[in-house]
């Protein structure tokens, strides 16, 4: 035998902790969230500008105007 193993001959006990904990890192997605703040300015501010704008009226008479 060489010494290694390829698996622990005794299998350790897996706690409640170490099940659940999983490693999140928040600088890998930070691209995503710059593009989706920016989207979001984005449409927020044509948003804002088609309610300040007002409607045109139509040339076409209606039928209390006839």
Do not use: H
């Not at 804002?48 to 006839?66: A, D, I, Q, V, W």
């Amino acid at each position: 035998m060489d010494g290694s193993v390829a698996c622990d001959p005794v299998p350790r006990k897996v706690t409640v902790m170490e099940a659940e904990y999983t490693y999140l890192d928040i600088f890998a997605t930070k691209g995503l969230e710059y593009m989706v703040v920016l989207a979001y300015f984005i449409l927020f501010v044509i948003f804002t500008k088609n309610l300040e704008t007002p409607k045109k009226k139509s040339k076409k008479p209606t039928r209390k105007e006839e």
